[in-house]
């Protein structure tokens, strides 16, 4: 049996933390900052198992939700931008995207960051399209938060019987924001798993890994490595619960049946 170097473990570590962060590692003066450049980085980092873009929104929007300090958020959002990862315009839409489903109050933190980070480079601020912009009628986007809801979760669209359903999910998180062309579908994925896990929440965390599957959105082992990367800010007692239910879930997405 070969064995690994720990020096070739923090040497690795230590080249990717200073490229995924678009700026020099430091040499770390702690145990727990050791931990980050041979962990994190060395090993969590360099798996095959899920692109890199990907990484990049799941540590951004956990960071976000762990309120992690600021070094921290502004280093995934500077490397996203340097290697380009994600664009300016692209982060602007996932602050929006994680405001519904990590609470406005705290995306404010994210927006903030992006535009701290955009100054610091230099960048030109990034257009973006107006939520709406034309008048619309109520009827209308109702039917089409509907149908966008059939289309994004793979099941049947909640009836608009409450303020929470008819104002929130289907007029605006289905109706406005999942239609937005500015982020992909499977991007917005990633924030909103990262959320939902953070939230504890059982009937949102069991939906969304259903839909994410079910979508085509990510694959069963793209899934698998999203739980061990999103317990590097959520914590591992989170991540359990997001790995029972992906375990769960993948079950009835290999064997065709519907959420419930």
């Not at 798993?193 to 953070?198: E, K, N, P, Q």
Request: proline share 7%; hydrophobic share 40%.
């Amino acid at each position: 049996m070969s064995l690994l170097d720990p020096a070739e473990r923090s040497r690795v570590g230590g080249q990717n933390q200073s490229e995924l962060l678009g700026a020099p590692a430091p040499a770390p003066r702690t145990l727990l900052e050791a931990s980050w450049r041979d962990y994190v980085f060395g090993e969590v980092w360099t798996r095959s198992g899920l692109d890199r873009r990907s990484r990049f929104l799941i540590s951004i929007a956990s960071a976000t939700c762990e309120g992690a300090r600021l070094d921290v958020l502004d280093g995934y959002i500077r490397g996203a931008l340097t290697l380009g990862e994600l664009t300016l315009a692209e982060l602007r839409e996932a602050a929006l995207h994680f405001a519904v489903y990590g609470g406005w109050s705290r995306a404010v933190g994210l927006d903030t960051a992006v535009t701290r980070v955009a100054n610091a480079l230099g960048l030109p601020p990034a257009d973006y399209s107006p939520i709406r912009d034309e008048p619309w009628d109520p009827k209308q986007r109702l039917a089409e938060g509907d149908a966008n809801f059939k289309a994004v979760m793979v099941m049947p669209a909640p009836p608009p019987v409450t303020p929470y359903f008819e104002g929130g999910i289907l007029n605006f998180v289905f109706g406005e924001m999942w239609m937005r062309p500015g982020l992909d579908q499977r991007a917005r994925r990633w924030v909103t798993l990262t959320c939902v896990a953070d939230s504890g929440a059982t009937t949102p965390i069991r939906s969304h890994t259903y839909a994410a599957m079910a979508s085509g959105n990510a694959t069963l082992p793209e899934m698998q490595e999203f739980v061990l990367h999103y317990g590097i800010h959520g914590s591992w007692p989170k991540a359990s619960v997001m790995q029972a239910t992906v375990l769960e879930m993948g079950k009835r997405v290999a064997n065709g049946l519907p959420f419930e």
